[in-house]
């Protein structure tokens, strides 16, 4: 993902800053506990579409 496209993208629920986990090909709002996918270098930022971090991956944050 482009670093300046990662700059303007906020949560889509809580207009909070995302983490981006290259490895894992995610965005990450810890503020809702939503992992949202990047698919073919395409953010998917629809709710519906994102993973619900469990409490492991929210204490453990880097």
Not at 4 to 20: A, E, I, S, Y
Not at 31 to 49: E, G, H, K, S
């Amino acid at each position: 993902m482009e670093a300046r496209l990662l700059d303007n993208l906020v949560c889509p629920l809580c207009k909070g800053p995302l983490t981006h986990h290259k490895a894992k090909k995610e965005l990450v709002c810890y503020a809702d506990r939503l992992a949202f996918p990047i698919r073919d270098d395409i953010p998917i930022m629809w709710v519906d579409q994102a993973r619900t971090l469990t409490a492991e991956e929210v204490e453990s944050r880097a």
